[in-house]
Nanobody, 122 residues
Framework: QVQLAESGGGLVQPGGSLRLSCAASGSIASIRTMGWYRQAPGKQRELVATTISGGRTNYADTAKGRFTISRDNAKNTVYLQMSSLKPEDTAVYYC????????????????WGQGTQVTVSS
């Protein structure tokens, strides 16, 4: 089992910045992807950004140029640096990972964090 611990959410004014962190712990053999999704009230959960083992990254169009995802493999931690925040970025941000356990290193499962609230408002 893998646990994801998110931190860094909060209230910020438009144009401000926040940094989200997510640390994975538990029975982990290998992590394939780590990333961030978000869900605003009344909307579906959507991709913000992901990293894939090997360093490849993928961003939603709404995040390109404003958000930067990075990963510390030694710490099994992923970060999301968010800048130039807008009110429409207000949402619960969820950390997601696909990881395998020592019991079966070839089978990857998806795990989700509990979410951290980001509110952009003046």
């Amino acid at each position: 089992q893998v646990q994801l611990a998110e931190s860094g959410g909060g209230l910020v004014q438009p144009g401000g910045s926040l940094r989200l962190s997510c640390a994975a712990s538990g029975s982990i053999a290998s992590i394939r992807t780590m990333g961030w999704y978000r869900q605003a009230p009344g909307k579906q959960r959507e991709l913000v950004a992901t990293t894939i083992s090997g360093g490849r990254t993928n961003y939603a169009d709404t995040a390109k140029g404003r958000f930067t995802i990075s990963r510390d493999n030694a710490k099994n931690t992923v970060y999301l640096q968010m800048s130039s925040l807008k009110p429409e970025d207000t949402a619960v941000y969820y950390c997601q990972t696909t990881a395998s356990s020592p019991r079966n290193v070839l089978v990857f499962y998806e795990y989700w964090g509990q979410g951290t609230q980001v509110t952009v408002s003046s």
